[in-house]
Structure formats: C-alpha cells, structure tokens
C-alpha cells in the first residue's frame, strides 16, 4: 500500500502564477481533506472532500483557493494568483470513512512545499 | 479562535531520558486528544490518542496524561531513543470521527546518544 500520494513534493511559483498540487489518497479511501501548514504554526484544517462533492469548505480562504475531487484521478487543490503568504506547506490526508462511532483515523501523506518567490 | 497552545518549541533529551511535550487548549468541546509523530519529509502520522473520559494512556513507551479541569495533556516518551527524533504534534477535535483537528505548533524532539 503507497499510502497517500502527494505531488508535486516541492513546487516554485511566482507570484501571480497558478499552483496545483496533487493528491491520491490510500487505496480503500473515499475522504480527502487537505490542511496547510504556515511556517512555524501547526496544520490548519482547509477543505474536505469526497468524490465529485466537496463536504467542507469552511477552512478555504473565500478567494484564490479551489479544490476538486474527480471521479476519476487526483485530488487537487488549486492556488491563483499566488502571493508570497501563499508559501507553506500542504498536506493531504485521507480517511477509510467519516461517522461520529470510532475514530476517523487520517493519513497523511508527505506534503507538498510551496514557494512563492 | 480554538486554539491548542504546545510547549516546548524544541527539546533536546539523553538518550534513555524522558522527554515530556506539553499542550493546553481553551475549548471545552474537545473531546479527543491526538498526537502525531512526524520524521524529516514525512507526513505526520498519529503516535497515540486519548479522550477526556480517562486520565491517562500508555502505550509501549509512550504515554498521554491528561488533566481535564486544567484543560492540559502531555506525552511523556519513556527511555527516549535516537529513532523517536522528530517533530511531535498534540491536536485536539470535538468527537473523534472528526476530520477538523486543531493542531499544535509542533516540538522538535532531538535524542542525543
């Protein structure tokens, strides 16, 4: 099992280009949620999505900033116009399901860094 | 805004001490308590979990503590190794089916020998 795929693991962009990071969750997966993580801070919840839907959203910031899960391929969240405030690193996680009984145990993959120059 | 406050930053232990990483958080609707371990390019990856209905956890040579009219938690890693360097992160969510976990800012553990 590859566990969660991220790519690419480290991307350069200028400011004003497009960024579009990549995630392929565990095998048996179906929630993909992405977080990011500022320098020096702790993760921050973004987005969680199953397949065609996104459940929520609430951690998106309101421009810029899209995710998508297809029913084919990747999971992919999409940064327009990055900025240099953009620059962190974005994690992927994915979960066997989501239900308030047992825990939603999340697996991470490696993360894509960002750097907006 | 929900916050889970961790301290130390950075923590450099002997090997066989024990390294004790602390967190405080302010919301009382935290009801699961993680922690993940994270190495040098890897995703971080949940070490051990605790929930306030109990005061401690232990599991192998890791150990959570919490204390819930303190609003605290703590992981003690008993005879700390060279292979448990790494960035330690305690979170916290309300109800452990949730996706949403608040993190820590994490604490660089480096065990010298």
């Known amino acids: 099992n590859a566990g969660v795929m991220q790519n690419p693991r480290h991307l350069v962009r200028r400011r004003g280009q497009e960024a579009r990071l990549r995630c392929s969750p565990m095998k048996g997966h179906s929630h993909v949620y992405w977080y990011r993580q500022l320098p020096e801070e702790g993760l921050k919840f973004m987005v969680y999505l199953q397949k065609e839907n996104i459940i929520d959203e609430s951690g998106m910031p309101k421009e810029r900033f899209s995710a998508e899960f297809p029913k084919e391929g990747p999971s992919i969240l999409r940064i327009q116009q990055v900025v240099r405030g953009d620059s962190a690193a974005y994690f992927c996680?994915?979960?066997?399901?989501?239900?308030?009984?047992?825990?939603?145990?999340?697996?991470f993959g490696a993360g894509s860094r960002l750097t907006v120059l | 805004q929900q916050q889970v406050k961790q301290s130390p930053q950075s923590l450099i232990v002997q090997k066989g001490g024990i390294s004790i990483i602390n967190c405080a958080y302010e919301?009382?609707?935290?009801?699961?308590f993680p922690w993940y371990q994270q190495f040098p390019g890897k995703g971080p990856a949940l070490l051990i979990a605790?929930?306030?209905?109990?005061s401690e956890k232990k599991e192998g040579r890791f150990t959570i503590s919490f204390n819930k009219s303190a609003k605290q938690f703590s992981l003690h890693i008993m005879d700390s190794q060279p292979g448990d360097s790494a960035t330690y992160f305690c979170?916290?969510?309300?109800?452990?089916?949730?996706?949403?976990?608040?993190f820590g800012k994490g604490t660089k553990l480096s065990v010298i020998p």
């Open positions: 979170a916290a969510s309300m109800g452990a089916g949730s996706y949403q976990l608040t």
């Open positions: 605790i929930r306030p209905d109990v």
């Open positions: 919301n009382t609707a935290f009801d699961y």
């Open positions: 996680a994915s979960s066997q399901r989501q239900g308030p009984a047992g825990a939603n145990v999340l697996t």
